[in-house]
């Protein structure tokens, strides 16, 4: 794949609803679109680095300035076999992995293209449909709270993830528990808590949750290995797995049972795989993680989730609980049994919605050789 052009489209898309974590609330979610022109076949890949850095350090705009000023003049004029390759010519710029991941998604889509295959063919999933969930995040209230995931259980979401923080975190979780005593619960701090705030954590063992997401500090594994062994609750980490070596430590540390993994915060869809194996070979399982990807970035979502170590529904959920208006022409809806199913066509199996993307573009640039 010679990479002959690279256009970048800041693109900024408003949510359906409000999206509140421990980190903050947004209404409108930012990302970079990237195009790459390849021997006359157009690929895309979506840079999930939102626009301000409260879930990782990458925003859209360093992940602008890094893809500018140092990724596409390296990449351009380069021919590349397959698109994990990209790291080796990128080797000398540390971290900013959403920006490497956009790239890479752009490579797999054109590859994909090329030889005629879908995503999940090139990475070798299993499955036609993945089992998803649904992300819900910290209301108001806790009527409000209960009012969201009964919609969304009733619109036939088999998981429910909760977000929490210190002080919203409990009584929220019982509360939804006992109004759903059936459904696949779990919930997710995004780094809120220390050790000592943890201890609250503990009452969380009587709900029979599928997994505590990333308690402490992305940069605590040591602390995570010490909760960890207070907690019968599994704790799966996100933020925290940057590499296929943290994945290994983590595990070597005790520190979880379970990890999230998702392709833009490991670096791309390469390193995705690289954690899957870690993982798979551990008996150790995983799930897709969201970024609330536009359609771009779900159809890659929806690739990887469809590898056969993914055991554990993702945070995938239909395109309605993002966007009114997606920048692809296809829609992804949920099936009656919580699952999406995965696109079949070739590279990531989605067509860009130009009418939209011209709506939602806050600014474009043009790099060539
Ligand atoms: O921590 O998993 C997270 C969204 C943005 C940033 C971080 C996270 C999330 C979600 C939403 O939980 C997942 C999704 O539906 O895309
Ligand atoms: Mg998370």
Redesign the pocket.
């Known amino acids: 794949m010679k990479i002959e052009q690279v256009n970048l489209y800041h693109v900024r898309m408003p949510l359906q609803s409000h999206?509140e974590?421990s980190f903050g609330r947004i209404t409108t979610r930012d990302c970079i679109l990237l195009e790459v022109h390849s021997e006359g076949v157009v690929g895309y890949g979506e840079c999930v680095a939102?626009y301000d850095p409260g879930?990782a350090s990458e925003t859209s705009g360093t992940a602008w300035h890094i893809l500018q000023e140092f990724m596409l003049p390296e990449i351009l004029g380069k021919d590349i076999a397959q698109p994990g390759d990209i790291h080796a010519c990128l080797h000398m710029i540390r971290g900013h992995q959403m920006a490497k991941a956009g790239l890479e998604m752009a490579l797999w889509d054109v590859l994909g293209k090329m030889q005629g295959k879908s995503l999940r063919e090139l990475l070798g999933g299993v499955r036609e449909r993945v089992d998803v969930g649904?992300?819900v995040g910290i209301q108001d209230s806790i009527s409000e709270l209960l009012q969201a995931v009964t919609d969304y259980r009733a619109q036939g979401y088999g998981r429910i993830?909760m977000?929490i923080k210190p002080g919203r975190d409990v009584a929220e979780a019982q509360a939804v528990r006992k109004a759903l005593p059936d459904v696949r619960l779990m919930v997710?701090a995004?780094s809120a808590y220390t050790l000592e705030t943890a201890e609250a954590l503990k009452a969380l063992d009587d709900l029979d949750l599928l997994m505590i997401?990333?308690p402490l500090y992305e940069d605590d594994l040591w602390d995570h290995s010490k909760l960890q062994a207070q907690l019968q609750t599994p704790i799966c980490l996100?933020?925290s797995i940057l590499s296929p070596r943290h994945a290994r430590q983590a595990l070597e540390m005790k520190a979880c049972g379970i990890i999230?993994i998702?392709a833009g915060r490991v670096g791309g869809l390469s390193q995705a795989v690289g954690i899957h194996d870690v993982c798979r070979a551990q008996d150790v399982p995983v799930w897709c993680?969201?970024?609330?990807?536009t359609g771009v970035g779900r159809a890659s979502n929806l690739a990887l989730a469809s590898l056969p170590g993914f055991t554990l529904p993702g945070?995938?959920?239909a395109s309605v609980?993002?966007y009114q208006h997606d920048i692809t022409a296809e829609v992804f809806e949920l099936n009656a049994d919580s699952t999406i199913t995965v696109p079949d066509q070739p590279g990531l199996g989605v067509t860009i919605d130009f009418d939209v993307l011209d709506k939602v573009t806050l600014a474009k640039a043009t790099f060539r050789t």
């Open positions: 999206f974590t939102d879930y649904v992300s993830k977000k997710d995004n997401e990333q996100d933020e999230n998702k993680g969201g970024m609330l990807e945070d995938i959920s609980r993002y």
